[in-house]
Nanobody, 120 residues
């Protein structure tokens, strides 16, 4: 059974840090690639970071140098380390999985989201 469950969200002040986790059963399978997305209130969802089966990573320009995506296949876990947080990082954060080689927008599985609020 597929599950993707995020945790680790919360409220922090600007400049602070949070570490998001996603329990992702799909990491059992090497043909799935995983990513983090976020959706600010009233805005469209956007990709934040992705990690391929070989461990290569990509980041949105807005988070480069501040966020780090990682995964532990054995633990079936995906992580997002977020540092130097800004108020504009406030959003619901989702983990998602898709078949590797398919576009980032074509995700097969989504978590329920975890909320991050950054105050100035």
């Amino acid at each position: 059974q597929v599950y993707m469950v995020e945790s680790g969200g919360g409220s922090v002040q600007a400049g602070g840090s949070l570490r998001l986790s996603c329990a992702a059963s799909v990491l059992t399978y090497r043909w799935y690639c995983v990513a983090w997305f976020r959706q600010p209130l009233g805005k469209e969802r956007e990709g934040v970071a992705s990690i391929a089966s070989d461990g290569s990573t990509k980041y949105a320009d807005s988070v480069k140098g501040r966020f780090t995506i990682s995964k532990d296949n054995a633990e079936k876990s995906l992580y997002l380390e977020m540092n130097s947080l800004k108020p504009e990082d406030t959003a619901m954060y989702y983990c998602a999985a898709r078949r590797c080689g398919t576009p980032l927008s074509q995700n097969n599985y989504w978590g329920q989201g975890t909320r991050v609020t950054v105050s100035s």
